[in-house]
Nanobody, 121 residues
């Protein structure tokens, strides 16, 4: 089994910054990609940012230039640095990892429990 543990959420004023962390542990052979999703009340979960093992990243348009995703492959950890936060960034942020548990295993998706980010105006 694979576990993802997120940390770093909280309450911040508009214009402020937060850094989220996601640590993966368990039966990990390799992690193909790690990503952050978010879900605001009454809205669908959306992809915020993804980083592949080689370092390639992609972002949803609304966070480009403000958010930065990074990862430490040795620690199986991903980070999301969020700057210039706005009230519309308020949501529960979920970590996702695409993990192989063995050399011949297929990749599977794993999710963290979510961390709340609240941006006040």
């Amino acid at each position: 089994q694979v576990q993802l543990v997120e940390s770093g959420g909280g309450l911040v004023q508009a214009g402020g910054s937060l850094r989220l962390s996601c640590a993966a542990s368990g039966s990990i052979f390799s992690i193909d990609a790690m990503a952050w999703y978010r879900q605001a009340p009454g809205r669908q979960r959306e992809l915020v940012a993804r980083i592949r093992r080689g370092g390639t990243t992609n972002y949803v348009d609304s966070v480009k230039g403000r958010f930065t995703i990074s990862r430490d492959n040795a620690k199986n950890t991903a980070y999301l640095r969020m700057n210039s936060l706005q009230p519309e960034d308020t949501a529960v942020y979920f970590c996702n990892a695409v993990v192989r548990t063995g050399s011949l295993s297929i990749s599977n998706d794993y999710w963290g429990q979510g961390t709340q980010v609240t941006v006040s105006s």
